[in-house]
T-cell receptor, first 119, second 112 residues
Framework: DAGVIQSPRHEVTEMGQEVTLRCKPI?????LFWYRQTMMRGLELLIY????????DSGMPEDRFSAKMPNASFSTLKIQPSEPRDSAVYFC?????????????????FGPGTRLTVT | EDKVVQSPLSLVVHEGDTVTLNCSYE??????LLWYKQEKKAPTFLFML????IEKKSGRLSSILDKKELFSILNITATQTGDSAVYLC????????????FGKGTHLIIQP
């Protein structure tokens, strides 16, 4: 299995531009998560999907951020307009349900991340 | 708000030493605690713990959870330079909150 795939690996853009980050989860996984990592705040959950449906977007910082999952093998995280404080590494992760109702998910597998720099 | 606190924030030891990393948590409807290792890339999964007192072991690494005292430890014996990394502790909670809440991590440096 190729693991979680993210693109691009690095993105440098100017303030005000639209940025789109892409993720392909591990085949068969029914949960997909977007995280952001900065030195100041560590790793933070932004949003996650179950069976392509957004479940919790309370971590999305503001309306400039949006995420979609049009099908089971693809998700995007969009920032429009981007600002310098959005500079971070953005990780996508996927997971399987544990199979027992109400039980914990199995472990999450992380993609290589996209390092975003907004100047 | 769920909280995960790791200590120490950084640790420098010599190769061959044994280290213990700590993770305490305050989580509503706790479900599981996970340990990840992060080198200069994505976090890689180490352990998932859901029950108190049951040690999980993988080679020189082991971890245990105490749900009464709300903490977990990660032990690494006979450390090697390849163990140098940031070790992250994370929790999941119930009620549909399946995302991970991470601690800030412990930056472990193993000197030859």
């Amino acid at each position: 299995d190729a693991g979680v795939i993210q693109s691009p690996r690095h993105e440098v853009t100017e303030m005000g531009q639209e940025v789109t980050l892409r993720c392909k989860p591990i085949s068969g996984h029914d949960y997909l998560f977007w995280y952001r990592q900065t030195m100041m705040r560590g790793l933070e959950l932004l949003i996650y999907f179950n069976n392509n449906v957004p479940i919790d977007d309370s971590g999305m910082p503001e309306d400039r951020f949006s995420a979609k999952m049009p099908n089971a093998s693809f998700s995007t995280l969009k920032i429009q307009p981007s600002e310098p404080r959005d500079s971070a590494v953005y990780f996508c992760a996927s997971s399987l349900a544990a199979g027992r109702a109400g039980g914990p998910l199995r472990e999450q597998y992380f993609g290589p991340g996209t390092r975003l720099t907004v100047t | 708000e769920d909280k995960v606190v790791q200590s120490p924030l950084s640790l420098v030891v010599h190769e061959g030493d044994t280290v213990t990393l700590n993770c305490s948590y305050e989580v509503t409807n706790f479900r599981s605690l996970l340990w990840y290792k992060q080198e200069k890339k994505a976090p890689t999964f180490l352990f998932m713990l859901t029950s108190s007192g049951i040690e999980k072991k993988s080679g020189r690494l082991s971890s245990i959870l105490d749900k009464k005292e709300l903490f977990s430890i990660l032990n690494i014996t006979a450390t090697q330079t390849g163990d140098s990394a940031v070790y992250l502790c994370a929790t999941t909670s119930g009620g549909g909150a399946d995302g991970l809440t991470f601690g800030k991590g412990t930056h472990l440096i193993i000197q030859p």
